[in-house]
């Protein structure tokens, strides 16, 4: 993917926003960036949109910008030239979407059948959405028509929410999401920067799905190993379960190394929903990764280790 568009992916939840006044766009996306969520996608459905661009273009420049609901080639012009880095359109209109790209923007039109799909794809449109996803058929139906069209890659907006993102974002073929439950508009009229901020946060964190794998202990030979391992055993009442390098304990709970491995006293390992979005949001919050320790299977991330220790530990995330 293009770096605009592998960024999305890795923010994964892309706030849908129709600003009423100008005055409200800086100190939302301010909250929105204090949650974690560093992107929107700004509606021309409402008069102020260009400015409301513009103005958080100039003012919060970390934020990823995208214009939504983009009817015209008019509009794309006056949002890419205000600091949209990519447009997204409610339905698919061959002419603005030629025009888009064209010039050399990102475009994201808005489909609803594989015919509409496919004519996007053959156009150049890397990414396009699906909308109003929920109404049509939801992730049902994206994995009937990805099985067909595999290298189709989708944003979902349309009945998005905190209940259902990972049933979206669980499927690989969907890059991201767009909605507006962590920004009510309600809460953007009163001004409730702080609530937003905080809603932002647990939409990270339900996103992320961030739980404890398993503890490894480090042993210096087969023999400390299995003392270990039995000891823990007998006080959990769990089975003990030998392998090749390491002995587990109950469902893989405990893992006793037989011999010393990373980390002082062992590992610990935080399983996530998605390897790629973890170390993009949690280097955010100030944690740095051993890229060299990136595992990948099938095209796939699947672990990685922090850079640093806690305690004496290892910490590695690990794909659920």
Known sequence: MNEVMQRVYEIGIIPVIAFNSVDEAVPLCKALVAGGLPAAEVTFRTACAEECIKKIHDEVPEMLLGAGTVL?????????????????????????????????????????????????????????????????????MLKNIGAALKTAKWMCTGGVN????????????????????????????????????????????????????????????????????????????KKVAEGNSSIFVGSKEFEIMKKPGRGAHGHIAIKCNNIDRAVYHLGRRGIKFDMDSMVTKN?????????????GFAIHLVQK
Request: with cysteine; charged share 20%; net charge negative.
């Open 162 to 237: 905190a209940k259902n993102v990972n049933d979206y974002l669980g499927y690989d073929q969907i890059v991201a999401v767009g909605g507006t439950w962590m920004c009510k508009a309600d809460k953007i009229k009163a001004g409730a920067w702080d609530e937003i901020t905080a809603m932002c946060k647990e939409a990270v964190d339900v996103m992320l799905g961030l739980e404890l794998g398993h503890i490894g202990i480090n042993s210096a030979d087969d023999k400390e190993a299995m003392a270990t391992a039995n000891a823990l055993g007998a006080l959990l009442n």
């Open 72 to 140: 015209t080639c008019d509009q794309a012009d006056r949002a890419m030239a205000a600091g949209a880095t990519f447009i997204v359109a409610p339905g698919f209109d061959p002419n603005v979407c030629q025009h888009v790209l064209d010039k050399g923007g990102i475009m994201c039109p808005g489909t609803s059948s594989a015919g509409e799909m496919q004519q996007a794809m053959n156009m150049g449109c890397e990414v396009i959405k699906f909308f109003p996803a929920e109404a049509n058929g939801g992730v049902g």
């Open 299 to 311: 095209g796939k991330h699947t672990a990685i280790y922090f850079a640093d220790e806690i305690a």
